[in-house]
Each structure stands twice: as structure tokens, then as C-alpha cells.
Nanobody
Framework: QVRLAESGGGLVQPGGSMNLSCRAS????????MGWYRQAPGNQRELVAT???????TYADSVKGRFAISKDNAKNTVYLQMSSLKPEDTAVYFC?????????WGQGTQVTVAS
């Protein structure tokens, strides 16, 4: 069992910045992938960014150049630095831990971009 504890989120103005973090605990495998997905009302959950243990990253085209994902393997923690936020970034952001076919999700944290 893997537990994911997300922090960050809230309300930010357009053009602003916000940081999210997610710490994994429990039965952690050293080689894994962690990342962030988001889901806006009426939409499907979509990829934001992922990062592997060896720091390979993947980004959605919509966030490239604005968001940065990083990972502290020693702390089993993944970070998402979001900048130049837009109203369309508003969503519930979910942390994901993946090892092989095992996938765990965090409970989600709301990010609202509005003036």
C-alpha cells in the first residue's frame, strides 16, 4: 500500500505562481514514476507532468515552459512548480505514484486561477 500526501493548492491570480508537493509513504519501490494529473469540471483527468526516479520528465503541451516537475528520491516527494498560471489551469490536481502496473492516487488538491 502506498499513501500520497499532497500539499499546496488554493486560489491564485492569473499570471501568478503556485507550488504543489506530494510525499509518498508506505511500501515504496525505489524505481518508480510520480507525477501530477488534473481534472476540471466536466472534463476527463489529464496528464500534467510526470517524472521517473532517474529524473526523466514528461509534460503536457499545455504546460510546457510554464510548469516544472522535480523529485526528491530520498524523500519520496514530487514537486510541481507552476508559473504564468491561466484560468484554464483551474482544476483538481491529483498526485500519482506508479510502479509497474501498480498505480496509486492522492485525494487531490484544488487549484483555482481567478482574479
Amino acid at each position: 500500500q502506498v499513501r500520497l500526501a499532497e500539499s499546496g493548492g488554493g486560489l491564485v491570480q492569473p499570471g501568478g505562481s503556485m507550488n504543489l508537493s506530494c510525499r509518498a509513504s508506505g511500501n515504496i519501490f525505489r524505481i518508480n514514476s510520480m507525477g501530477w494529473y488534473r481534472q476540471a469540471p466536466g472534463n476527463q483527468r489529464e496528464l500534467v507532468a510526470t517524472i521517473t526516479t532517474d529524473k526523466q520528465t514528461t509534460y503536457a503541451d499545455s504546460v510546457k515552459g510554464r510548469f516544472a516537475i522535480s523529485k526528491d528520491n530520498a524523500k519520496n516527494t514530487v514537486y510541481l512548480q507552476m508559473s504564468s498560471l491561466k484560468p484554464e489551469d483551474t482544476a483538481v490536481y491529483f498526485c500519482r505514484y506508479k510502479y509497474g502496473q501498480l498505480v496509486y492516487w492522492g485525494q487531490g488538491t484544488q487549484v483555482t486561477v481567478a482574479s
